[in-house]
């Protein structure tokens, strides 16, 4: 292994474990294991209903990219191999993909290449829809993001601001349309994929399926993370609250090793603006990333063990 590959396994898990360090000086390890002990357990396993119906509902969606290609899998091997996936993708970001590429090219026949490239299709509808939580976050809760802004920033320096960005960003667009060779090519390849793979989607047969089926994956970690929040007593938030806690806590999952250390972190600080108090923000993020966490150890490794014993007369 050379030393580019070390370092992309190492230097993760190395910010994992110094940002684990950051998080418990916000509060006592004492404190915390309180918050655990006294956690209601009836919310916490309702999210994780949640997270569940939002596995399945994925393993399900798959099959709408796969038919098109003449593969009908069965549905328990395409659950199995996307809660490998998941398990994967906790040691080492972004192999999780090609771990349920593989299994399902050992266990169905898919070429890997065909299987890999429905689920890369798949991201760029995910990645939509994260941002169209964003977006939607954006209209809920302008006034709240407004006054946040203006209270900690001079407007006109806002307005000067977004304004760069906005000329910036033409600017930087025409250069990407030009673009021949080097990395501005890969970001015009990359959005020319992406513009193609959301095409895609509506050409589909069964489309409307398929959209169906990513806005309630969607919704499924919305309310996985909304239905832990009463898991802490006393703890409470708008419904615009729990969209930017859930969205601090998907880029933080993106970010590092399934968020490990900063996840609650960056929940702490969503949660933060609300005005809710250091520990139970904190306590909150370790219980929802624990609990998912966990969820994706069991269940992953179930389905390790489990998708030979399924599969052996293959």
Excluded: C
């Excluded at 390890?29 to 309702?46: M, R």
Aim: proline letters at 4%; glycine letters at 8%; a positive charge.
């Amino acid at each position: 292994m050379d030393i580019k590959k070390t370092l992309k396994i190492i230097l993760p898990l190395v910010l994992g474990g110094f940002l684990v360090w950051y998080s418990i000086s916000k509060i006592s390890i004492d404190v915390l294991i309180g918050y655990f002990k006294e956690a209601n357990y009836s919310y916490i396993f309702l999210g994780l209903f949640f997270g569940i119906l939002s596995h399945l509902s994925r393993a399900y969606r798959w099959k709408f990219m796969l038919e098109p290609l003449g593969f009908k899998p069965k549905f328990t091997n395409s659950v199995l191999a996307v809660l490998v996936g998941y398990l994967v993708n906790l040691a080492l970001p972004r192999a999780g993909e090609i771990s349920r590429a593989t299994v399902m090219a050992n266990y169905e026949k898919i070429p890997f290449e065909k299987g890999f490239g429905t689920i890369v299709a798949e991201r760029i509808a995910d990645l939509i829809m994260m941002l169209s939580i964003v977006a939607i976050t954006l209209f809920v809760q302008f006034d709240f993001i407004y006054n946040l802004l203006t209270q900690n920033f001079n407007p006109t320096k806002i307005i000067i601001g977004l304004a760069v960005l906005v000329i910036g960003f033409f600017i930087f667009s025409s250069f990407v349309k030009k673009a021949e060779s080097g990395f501005l090519l890969k970001i015009k390849t990359f959005i020319t994929g992406l513009i193609e793979g959301v095409t895609s989607i509506f050409k589909m047969k069964n489309k409307w399926a398929f959209i169906f089926h990513t806005i309630f994956i969607w919704v499924m970690y919305v309310a996985m993370f909304w239905a832990t929040i009463p898991a802490i007593d006393g703890l409470s938030l708008p419904f615009g609250g729990v969209l930017i806690g859930f969205i601090a806590g998907g880029f933080a999952i993106a970010a590092t090793n399934g968020g490990i250390g900063l996840y609650p972190i960056a929940v702490a600080g969503a949660l933060a603006l609300f005005d809710i108090p250091t520990e139970p923000a904190t306590a909150f993020g370790w219980i929802m990333w624990t609990a998912q966490t966990a969820m994706i150890i069991v269940f992953g490794g179930l389905a390790f063990l489990f998708l030979p014993i399924y599969n052996k007369n293959k």
